[in-house]
């Protein structure tokens, strides 16, 4: 790995830490296991793709044990959920990667996997809290 990919992998793995430990510590909400996607994201009230996307990813982070997604994985959400998918899922990735939710994690041959952030977790739970 060069050195930029070295530091980027590093940085992820700081975020995915302060999110484990924030966890262990009780200051997020408990999950429960048994909601289904489209249930989780109508809660979650997403008013674009950015917001529907992101939440998808968190749902399969969140109830599936599931840390990376591709864009075929947010499409099937797309497509449980019963949502209009976008013209072009990937620039709707790439608007999330943008704000700061979403980061790339690397390939698996022409395939690109990405995985939510701390502020894209963040986000989510914001959202959600302030909806309970």
């Known amino acids: 790995m060069a050195g930029k990919e070295i530091k980027q992998e590093l940085e992820g793995l700081k975020e995915r830490v302060a999110v484990l430990e924030s966890k262990m510590e009780g200051e997020q909400q408990t999950i429960s296991r048994s909601m289904d996607l489209s249930t989780f994201v109508q809660e979650f009230g997403p008013s674009n793709h950015s917001e529907r996307a992101t939440a998808i990813a968190y749902y399969l982070e ?64 914001e959202v959600l809290d302030n909806e309970s």
């Open 62 to 125: 969140a109830y599936k044990d599931q840390e990376t997604f591709t864009v075929k994985d947010i499409r099937t959400g797309y497509e449980q959920c019963r949502f209009s998918p976008p013209a072009n899922m990937s620039d709707a990735l790439a608007s999330c990667e943008d704000k700061g939710w979403v980061m790339r994690k690397g390939k698996d041959g022409q395939t690109t996997i990405r995985q939510l952030t701390k502020s894209g977790i963040e986000k989510v739970e």
